[in-house]
């Protein structure tokens, strides 16, 4: 019986190395490629600052690769990452939203393009490192269900993957936690076992994401406008829109004598609202580019628990499909910073239902 063939996206982490062991322990033919994104050679801080795709990821993904045995390639997906990615982030932090570059990087790099080719070199499958489970369910549908350990899921930044995606994706990683990976590494000898994870967005490394705009538009970033109240009472002068995001406090550069929140960003006027933090929470959210994984579509409303961002634990709403790529959420307790650009994305319990993103 022919085995099947998975490729498995590389980062040098310990993560996608355990998970390439894993799939080559359950009889998979395992091939390893590390995805090239970063746009030059010299662009050495990301090597230095443990980026998940940067220079260093090939030396250590290369080295993984040899022990376990396996194949190893990288494969050049600058322009994919440059345009999905990079060129789509500081789009939307010049329209006043705040992206999730780790979502679209998922979906239109580490899926989309990196399916198609390892589709064309004969795969069956990729896989991943991430803490996430795909599973079918009765009806036939393919979706996410939550990691073994709550605290590292991953399900949020991937719920825009679609049906023939997840068809064809493994994560062996999800049945496990984070020490338990660390261990099999050290049991294993991998060189990887103890590497530290990568934190910031790999291809902002200084977390300076007003600078990376600027640099991205050539020197065409917003400029700086004005602080005002939701009444419209100027307050003061801010740096431009790209340097804030809704809910932030501290950077403001602006002393009022009481805590002030940005409310609200408005890129038609160059404005920065701030107002009190309660004047932060709401209860009723709009999203588009809907995607969902768990019912073919929305059939009135729904009961969900809802993420709004990455760290957030999740509220009860309703879900209710008002137009045909349009959703509204209603919060029976306010949640905090519901922030345009980012991702909603709704569970039943621990199975992803789909998301969108927040208008």
């Not at 500081?90 to 939203?97: H, I, L, M, S, T």
């Not at 309703?318 to 790529?325: A, C, F, N, T």
């Not at 306010?334 to 991702?343: C, D, H, S, Y």
């Not at 199975?351 to 993103?357: A, K, L, S, W």
Request: charged share 25%; proline share 4%.
């Amino acid at each position: 019986m022919k085995k099947e063939k998975v490729v498995v996206g590389m980062s040098g982490g310990v993560d996608s190395s355990v998970a390439a062991w894993l799939l080559k322990e359950q009889g998979y033919e395992v091939i390893g490629v590390t995805m090239q994104i970063w746009q030059d050679e010299e662009e050495r801080i990301q090597e230095e600052q443990g980026g998940c795709c940067g220079l260093s990821a090939v030396d250590d993904a290369r080295r993984v690769a040899a022990m376990l045995g396996i194949p190893y390639y990288v494969m050049n997906f600058k322009s994919e990452f440059k345009k999905n990615v990079m060129e789509y982030f500081a789009a939307e932090y010049v329209q006043g939203r705040t992206p999730n570059p780790c979502i679209a990087c998922n979906r239109y790099v580490k899926w989309e393009s990196l399916l198609r080719r390892s589709m064309e070199i004969g795969a069956d499958y990729i896989a991943t490192g991430h803490y996430a489970r795909v599973r079918q369910l009765p009806n036939g549908r393919y979706t996410l269900q939550k990691s073994a350990t709550e605290a590292k899921d991953q399900t949020y930044a991937l719920y825009n993957l679609t049906q023939d995606q997840l068809a064809h994706t493994l994560m062996p990683v999800g049945d496990y936690t984070k020490e338990e990976i660390r261990a099999m590494a050290g049991q294993i000898g991998l060189r990887t076992a103890n590497k530290p994870d990568s934190q910031e967005i790999c291809f902002i490394p200084d977390g300076d994401y007003a600078g990376f705009i600027e640099r991205e538009l050539s020197g065409e970033a917003p400029l700086p406008g004005n602080f005002v109240t939701s009444a419209g009472e100027i307050l003061g002068q801010h740096k431009g829109i790209t340097h804030y995001t809704i809910g932030q406090r501290k950077g403001l550069g602006i002393a009022m004598g009481y805590p002030v929140f940005v409310t609200e960003i408005r890129p038609e006027t160059n404005e920065v609202v701030l107002g009190s933090n309660e004047e932060v929470f709401g209860d009723v959210l709009y999203c588009n580019q809907l995607n969902f994984m768990s019912v073919p579509d929305l059939e009135g409303e729904m009961e969900v628990t809802a993420k709004i961002r990455y760290n957030h634990k999740g509220a009860a709403c309703l879900v209710e499909k008002i137009e045909e790529d349009r959703a509204v959420c209603r919060f029976p307790e306010p949640v905090r910073a519901i922030t345009p650009g980012q991702a909603v994305v709704f569970y039943n319990e621990d199975i992803v239902v789909g998301g969108g993103t927040i208008l």
